[in-house]
């Protein structure tokens, strides 16, 4: 740590999701954290953010084994593009804490070994790993999530509607101010498409059809968020009852426990601006829904829709409240949270066992694919 106790990170990939949301909370949080590094395979990048932040260029690294070798910084950020277990093994090994962005990897054999170096990271030296998986730190989602845990330990819980229907993120990424500069080296652009590929044919097979392959990148870059919500709320997915992809769209009935089937719907809007992630959560005599915000829209809150039954003068009325839990942003509360687990060791909420769970069952959802 710092000499004056907060907690030095390194930012490995300054790009979009680094520049809208990760650096401005974690300037808005300086009294815990401070930005000590960066990292990033665009020179112009690196150099941008390098100087909007005020990070010197001693600090400034384009190779993340030099970031994470360095005696500068206690934890490092993962939003790179591709698989981001070669930097978090790197992190792990140098003793440093890690926040690592979704999706963790592409294959089985990397989410396995990601968990297990967290772990000995964790025995050894107390290291917190953690996955930015920032929807489960949601205040809404999380008043939500009280509410579909007491239906399911009620054992009234039966079915959930969970739809995700997905414009172009440049809908409402356009108005952020984002520093992009068109000179990674084509080496390293070719090198990471071939890995992709690599990584694509392990886990699906050689014999994947190009539609499971595209469907792969979807499930794995946006259906993520969906499924480490859905176990946030349910528990680990048992069953996968169908799975049907047409276009970039994407329908599943899944089987979770105490009998309850998801019926799961992940649909390209395209440049229609009216992205929609909502979970409708039935149980006897009762509906919960939560209705997720574009995740790039700051503080915009996630409400929770409560609806039953109750008695009235001729009968019963049906009512719905509409909650607004907190206009905190769940992308600074999953920062928060690293820092509770890291200067009070605790184990964090969304940790790298749970990530290699939901890698094998996003493998398991594409290999499913007809
Ligand atoms: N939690 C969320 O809602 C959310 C939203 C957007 C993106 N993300 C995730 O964050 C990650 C980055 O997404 P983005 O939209 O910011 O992408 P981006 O392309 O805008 O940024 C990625 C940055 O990483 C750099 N980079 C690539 N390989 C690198 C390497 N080996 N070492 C160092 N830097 C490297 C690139 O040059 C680029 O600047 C992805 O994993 C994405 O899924 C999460």
Redesign the pocket.
């Known amino acids: 740590m710092s000499s004056d106790e907060r907690i030095r990170v390194g930012v490995?990939?300054?790009?979009?999701?680094?520049q809208i949301m990760h650096l401005p909370y974690l300037r808005e949080l300086d009294d815990r954290f401070a930005i000590s590094a960066l990292?990033?395979?665009?020179p112009g990048?690196l150099a941008a953010v390098a100087a909007k932040y005020g990070v010197p260029d001693e600090h400034c690294f384009a190779d993340?084994h030099d970031l994470c070798a360095s005696p500068a910084i206690d934890a490092v950020l993962i939003?790179?593009?591709?698989s981001?277990v070669p930097p978090a093994l790197a992190a792990l090994a140098a003793d440093k804490h890690a926040l690592v962005?979704?999706?963790l990897c592409y294959t089985r054999r990397e989410a396995q070994a990601f968990a297990a170096a967290a772990q000995a990271a964790r025995e050894r030296s107390g290291i917190v790993t953690q996955l930015?998986y920032?929807k489960r730190y949601d205040p809404g989602y999380q008043y939500g999530q009280r509410r579909v845990r007491a239906m399911q330990a009620a054992g009234s819980l039966f079915f959930v509607d969970a739809r995700h229907m997905h414009p172009s993120n440049d809908l409402y990424t356009a108005h952020h101010p984002v520093h992009r500069a068109p000179d990674?080296p084509a080496a390293v652009r070719a090198a990471?498409q071939r890995e992709h590929q690599a990584a694509l044919t392990e886990s699906l097979g050689p014999e994947a059809t190009a539609a499971q392959r595209g469907a792969f990148g979807t499930l794995m870059?946006s259906s993520i968020h969906d499924i480490y919500s859905l176990r946030g709320l349910l528990g680990r997915p048992e069953a996968i009852v169908a799975i049907e992809v047409w276009g970039r769209n994407i329908a599943a009935l899944l089987r979770y426990p105490n009998g309850v089937r998801v019926s799961y719907t992940w649909a390209d809007l395209g440049q229609l601006r009216e992205f929609r992630q909502e979970f409708a959560c039935y149980g006897a005599d009762e509906r919960v829904t939560i209705t997720f915000p574009s995740?790039f829209l700051r503080s915009a809150p996630t409400i929770v829709t409560l609806q039953a039954m109750e008695a009235g003068q001729d009968g019963p009325v049906h009512t719905e409240t509409r909650v607004t839990a907190s206009y905190e942003e769940a992308f600074k509360r999953e920062w928060l949270h690293f820092h509770e687990c890291i200067t009070q060791g605790r184990e964090p909420r969304t940790g790298a066992e749970a990530a290699q769970h939901d890698t094998e069952f996003i493998i398991e959802l594409a290999r499913a694919i007809r």
């Open positions: 490995i990939g300054c790009g979009s999701i680094a990292c990033d395979v665009s990048t993340y939003c790179s593009s591709g981001h962005e979704k999706p930015a920032m990674v990471g870059g995740p």
